[in-house]
């Protein structure tokens, strides 16, 4: 008995022990970021007009930016900076506290809008060139609010502390400026990034228009032989990092080891998404022309998430053809060519899940207080009721099976 009862002890301990530290639980959440309601702040976005640098839209943009997210329960920092050509330009940015404060997750969008002529003489801007920048950016920017919403519904700890941005001035102001874009991550990653913390960084930058999204027929019928738009994944190389190289990067092997980790925790999260690899497409950045290229270009690892992009002039493919930087970059330019208002919502939910589901994996279990844990305690709690049952039922089996045996010898031994 003395025996049996030992092993059942270690036994449960071992069990209870276990019970944090299993990744096989799956955390449990009461929310998910929906494509319909990132739709939704897509549209708000561009109803505040023609979203240039130092301007009023500008401004109220991201004004309501930081409203939703006071709204949320966030408390809002407003980054101001100044460049050569913005008097007034403003990063908007929300923190969830993880257990760890020196390694940062950031996800970031622009809430800026740019418009000026199309190739081949790209970059002129004339007095009536304005853009509602729906898919440039209001698609990064509106998922992004969407998943603000949904992490303040989680209440749950993670083990990076996390930081959701939303960019003033990514965009190039033309050929006539005197500097170039980029301007509002730059500011972030080089005055509000202390030494020595590690950031991941995940750029949403023009998304939507990807899978499961179809190419349209008219564009199939142009020669185009793709069935869906790819949602790309352009992160920081794992093989080639010739772009970074000749702009003066000196890439480290701890640079290196972390793109390895990044790209690989990517893929994972698709092949856990049941994403096909065809069309949501994990790929070495070779040309960093978003927010993404600042943080790479200081250290850290990077991912920048953009559906059907490139003009079909740089790429000589009649699949890719975007309306970034135009003034037919409207909400019902996107859904003409997603083929309805319900396929951006299925390309915007693509991407949301991709970053939700990093979110949820990053959830520290140790630390975290949530209702949700309680939900997955309590049914852990079940799974070791059941277990101790059935070992002091099989115990008792025994120990009445062995008294009997007991009965029956002891009798023979005395003889
Ligand atoms: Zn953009």
């Known amino acids: ?35 319909s309601s990132a739709y939704d ?13 130092d301007t009023t839209a500008n401004e109220n943009s991201r004004n309501w930016i930081a409203a939703q997210l006071e709204s949320y329960g966030y408390q809002v920092e407003r980054q101001s900076f100044t460049t050569d050509e913005c008097a007034n330009c403003q990063n908007i940015v929300v923190t969830i506290n993880g257990t760890l404060d020196d390694e940062w997750i950031v996800v970031g969008a622009h809430h800026d809008a740019i418009c000026y002529s199309p190739p081949p003489l790209i970059g002129f801007t004339y007095p009536t060139c304005t853009s509602s920048g729906a898919y440039d950016d209001a698609t990064g920017s509106g998922a992004l609010l969407e998943l603000a919403r949904t992490f303040s519904q989680w209440n749950i700890t993670p083990e990076h502390t996390w930081k959701l941005a939303w960019w003033d001035y990514e965009e190039w102001q033309g050929s006539a400026s005197s500097e170039g874009g980029g301007k509002g991550s730059l500011h972030f990653v080089e005055q509000q990034i202390p030494e020595n913390i590690d950031v991941t960084y995940l750029n949403l930058d023009m998304f939507a228009l990807n899978w499961p999204v179809e190419t349209p027929t008219a564009m199939q019928l142009a020669g185009c032989d793709e069935d869906y738009w790819t949602l790309y994944m352009f992160t920081s190389p794992v093989d080639d990092w010739s772009y970074y190289e000749e702009r003066g990067l000196e890439v480290t092997e701890q640079m290196e080891a972390n793109a390895v980790v990044l790209q690989s925790q990517l893929k994972e999260i698709n092949h856990n998404l049941s994403h096909p690899t065809e069309w949501v497409s994990v790929v070495d950045d070779t040309k ?14 990077a991912t920048w998430l953009r559906g059907q992009h490139q003009y079909i002039i740089e790429e000589g493919d009649t699949c890719e053809q975007t309306p970034k930087h135009a ?8 859904n003409t060519m997603a083929g309805g208002r319900t396929n951006v919502e299925s390309g915007l ?50 120990c009445m ?4 045996q007991g009965k029956e010898v002891l009798p023979d031994n005395e003889i």
């Open 1 to 35: 008995m003395f025996i049996l009862l030992t092993l059942m002890f270690s036994f449960l301990q071992g069990s209870i022990n276990n019970v944090p530290n299993s990744e096989a639980e799956a955390p449990e959440v009461t929310d998910w970021p929906e494509g």
């Open 288 to 301: 960093g022309n978003s927010d993404h290229y600042n943080f790479i270009m200081n250290g850290h690892s």
């Open 327 to 334: 003034q037919s970059d409207s909400v019902t330019t996107l």
């Open 41 to 53: 702040y897509l549209v708000t976005m561009t109803q505040f007009g023609y979203r240039k640098i």
């Open 349 to 398: 939910q693509t991407g949301l899940d991709v970053i939700a589901t990093m979110a949820l994996w990053d959830r520290n279990i140790t630390a975290d207080s949530s209702d949700e844990v309680v939900i997955a305690q309590a049914s852990q709690g079940v799974n070791l009721a059941i277990a101790i049952i059935a070992i002091l039922i099989v115990t008792t089996i025994f």
């Open 401 to 404: 099976v062995n008294y009997r």
